[in-house]
T-cell receptor, first 108, second 117 residues
Framework: GQNIDQPTEMTATEGAIVQINCTYQTSGFNGLFWYQQHAGEAPTFLSYNVLDGLEEKGRFSSFLSRSKGYSYLLLKELQMKDSASYLCAVGGYSTLTFGKGTMLLVSP | KAGVTQTPRYLIKTRGQQVTLSCSPISGHRSVSWYQQTPGQGLQFLFEYFSETQRNKGNFPGRFSGRQFSNSRSEMNVSTLELGDSALYLC????????????????FGAGSRLTVL
């Protein structure tokens, strides 16, 4: 089975940097995915890691260590619009298993 | 390029009724997955279809079923509705082409919000 843990809530200030951690235990692994979900909207894809290391996409970066079952999403230069839920998901065979999400609140 | 389309967007049913939800994937996407999202449990996997075959199924009772048509459109059905079935039902599609960039990335529809009274 899959077990995915991420913090329930985080707060940060506009312009700051925030790191959202995700740990997982899985019986199968086909990539680690991060999604963003604004209230009342569908999740949207942010990034994914298949191999260990850092993937950078503009203000967003994601890191993976498969041996440690650990990933993080790094958000730089935070903006108010970044207030959302961030979902960590482990890819298995033809499925994604999601964590319960981290609600990030960005304040002025 | 049109996104994933789900209908209806909102619906209200009473206990014991049944409901059918529809999903049209992105053109060219052959894999369709369904998820249930509730505040307490988050996103939970229901099932996944590829080329009209169910390839994977989550841990939900048999009241939850689905199917996929030859044009990749998919439907899910919930029979004998219970109060606890109130949730946002999300459909997602993916490309599933070996070696293609981002082939396994899921693109979600806006969801169907079901309220059971």
């Amino acid at each position: 089975g899959q077990n995915i843990d991420q913090p329930t809530e985080m707060t940060a200030t506009e312009g700051a940097i925030v790191q959202i951690n995700c740990t997982y235990q899985t019986s199968g692994f086909n990539g680690l995915f991060w999604y963003q979900q604004h209230a009342g909207e569908a999740p949207t894809f942010l990034s994914y890691n298949v191999l260990d290391g850092l993937e950078e996409k503009g203000r967003f970066s994601s890191f993976l260590s498969r041996s440690k079952g650990y990933s993080y999403l790094l958000l730089k230069e935070l903006q108010m619009k970044d207030s959302a839920s961030y979902l960590c998901a482990v890819g298995g065979y033809s499925t994604l298993t999601f964590g319960k999400g981290t609600m990030l609140l960005v304040s002025p | 390029k049109a996104g994933v389309t789900q209908t209806p967007r909102y619906l209200i049913k009473t206990r014991g009724q049944q409901v059918t939800l529809s999903c049209s994937p992105i053109s060219g996407h052959r894999s369709v997955s369904w998820y249930q999202q509730t505040p307490g449990q988050g996103l939970q996997f229901l099932f996944e279809y590829f080329s009209e075959t169910q390839r994977n199924k989550g841990n939900f009772p048999g009241r939850f079923s689905g199917r996929q048509f030859s044009n990749s459109r998919s439907e899910m059905n919930v029979s004998t509705l219970e109060l606890g079935d109130s949730a946002l039902y999300l459909c997602a599609s993916s490309l599933e082409v070996q070696g293609a960039e981002g082939a396994n990335v899921l693109t979600f529809g806006a969801g169907s919000r079901l309220t059971v009274l």
